[in-house]
């Protein structure tokens, strides 16, 4: 079994339950540093995207495209947008198919990271959600199944944020405060983070 | 604040349902969201044009759906960009099967929702594509036209957009000669006053009573040059100058002229500004094809002008004077 509407669905539901208190701690983490409205959009989003999830279609293209329209209707964030920026590039990777092997998922996150360099103007090395991307790219490449993904992404996702907990945001609102950003998890790295602790086997 | 508003979170779908019930034979609201005001019905066999942004500007942007001008337009809060959704609507309103222009001004949220739009249309297979006006040359300097906001410029560039679609013309020559349009528009403002937004509550900047200040933004982005009130004809000529500084024009070279009013300026005060433009104009040998004076890209109650000029060739000539008709402007 592969990547489907079905796979989209169970990760909307697993990660709706648990996403009021990833909310709270990402407005936490996102007000230090001026911001503060990742949180909200998130919640807001995965809010929207139940309501849609038992009405994906089959094309896993036009599924991601649905979930992407879902979460701009929430607000004019940039996280937001990015976000959806990211599902449509996904998306445009797996066009017209119903099933998708899961060794071809680093590919289409790996087009979801060159679409938000593009639409965002962040780089590598900036200290953002995309640094995460990246790392979770590399871990998951050659991996074939999700039993073996889910702990490589985790393993990944912890040393990414200890990696770069030390270093400054050098883009976006959080660049003003890049001598507080020291010592703090990047919101949007960290919101990927807790996304994927949203998948593991209680 | 004092407005003649009911609450302010009501406001622009408020007013976008008075805008409806004045002229139902041009205007309707549709969308999921309702932030999208469209024609009556799309027109069939030609190439769409729609646009989209934040609210308060009216006319700007959703007021010149009409004939020979935009079939839908996506509506936004005041002064903040709409989100993807009432754009992508927009253009599956207009698109007739033969594609579809969104006529953008150069701010970053409405063009990273009209690209995700369009890259949405596409999906559909709608051929959906954008032409950027950034006409504001108080903005950034030539070197960095890109950077400069799309200010009053829209009026005519959306105006060559519908009559060219009008025409019959394909995707390719609308998208062409509405570049061209932008690309040989500018703009230039003058504030004297704030405007409020609603949620706002409070001015969006402050400003002494005596004071002007030259190239402000439509929603109070920092001009080139803060001083003291001058008279209307100084402060033309300064104006012109940096227009003219700009992008020259040429002996006998045709132009089109809009004298606009940002809401609060009185229609006089703006003949004013005309009258001291087109001599200055005229004697650094343009003609004025076409002139406008009026309030046609506001920014709600601020006070202040601006002064856009568009260099004509034929063609663009020829799309400019063809014929229009929505509740603000009549060609």
């Given at each position: 079994m592969g990547i489907s509407k079905n796979t989209l669905k169970l990760a909307i539901e697993k990660i709706a339950e648990k996403i009021d208190p990833i909310g709270d701690e990402m407005n936490r983490l996102d007000g230090q540093l001026g911001d503060g409205d990742l949180g909200v959009t998130l919640v807001n989003g995965f809010r929207n995207l139940q309501g849609i999830k038992d009405d994906l279609p089959d094309d896993l293209g036009r599924a991601l495209f649905a979930m992407a329209k879902s979460v701009t209707a929430?607000?004019?964030?940039s996280f937001g947008t990015l976000l959806a920026t990211a599902l449509m590039a996904a998306g445009k990777q797996v066009k017209d198919q119903s099933n998708v092997a899961w060794s071809e998922l680093p590919g289409m996150l790996q087009a979801a990271q060159d679409a938000m360099v593009a639409r965002g103007g962040a780089s590598l090395g900036d200290k953002t959600m995309l640094d995460m991307m990246d790392s979770l790219i590399s871990a998951l490449s050659g991996l074939q199944t999700p039993a073996e993904m889910l702990p490589a992404a985790k393993t990944a996702a912890e040393q990414t944020l200890d990696s770069f907990r030390d270093q400054p945001n050098k883009i976006g609102r959080a660049r003003v405060y890049a001598e507080k950003s020291i010592g703090l998890d990047d919101p949007g790295m960290m919101a990927i983070a807790r996304m994927i602790d949203c998948f593991e086997t209680p | 604040m004092k407005k003649l508003i009911n609450t302010p979170e009501n406001y622009v779908d408020e007013v976008l349902a008075g805008m409806q019930a004045a002229h139902p034979e041009t205007y309707r609201i549709g969308g999921a969201t309702g932030r999208m005001l469209h024609r009556p019905a799309p027109v069939p066999e030609k190439v769409g044009v729609v646009s989209g942004g934040g609210f308060g500007h009216i006319p700007v942007f959703a007021g010149y759906v009409g004939d020979g001008l935009l079939d839908a337009c996506a509506v936004g809060d005041v002064f903040a960009s709409p989100d993807m959704n009432p754009m992508l609507e927009s253009i599956q309103f207009a698109d007739q099967g033969r594609g579809v222009l969104c006529v953008v001004g150069n701010y970053g949220g409405d063009r990273m929702n009209f690209d995700m739009a369009c890259e949405m249309a596409e999906m559909d297979d709608i051929e959906a594509r954008k032409v950027i006006v950034a006409d504001d040359v108080a903005a950034a300097g030539p070197d960095e036209a890109e950077k400069r906001r799309g200010v009053a410029g829209f009026v005519f560039v959306t105006k060559i957009a519908g009559a060219a679609a009008a025409q019959g013309k394909t995707l390719d020559d609308v998208v062409a000669v509405t570049q061209r349009a932008a690309d040989n528009v500018r703009s230039v403002g003058v504030a004297l006053s704030s405007c409020t937004v609603p949620q706002a509550g409070k001015p969006t900047f402050e400003i002494a009573d005596d004071e002007m200040e030259i190239g402000m933004g439509i929603h109070g982005e920092p001009g080139v040059r803060r001083g003291k009130l001058r008279p209307v004809d100084e402060i033309t000529d300064e104006m012109i100058d940096m227009l003219l500084a700009d992008k020259p024009v040429e002996a006998g070279g045709r132009i089109a002229v809009l004298i606009n009013g940002l809401g609060a300026t009185p229609i006089e005060e703006l003949y004013l500004v005309f009258r001291q433009a087109k001599a200055r104009l005229e004697s650094a040998g343009a003609v004025i094809a076409m002139h406008l004076v009026g309030n046609y890209a506001t920014s709600m109650e601020m006070a202040g002008a601006s002064i856009s000029v568009l260099h004509l060739d034929e063609e663009l000539e020829t799309l400019l004077t063809a014929p229009a008709n929505c509740p603000f402007w009549k060609v």
């Open positions: 929430v607000s004019g964030s | -």
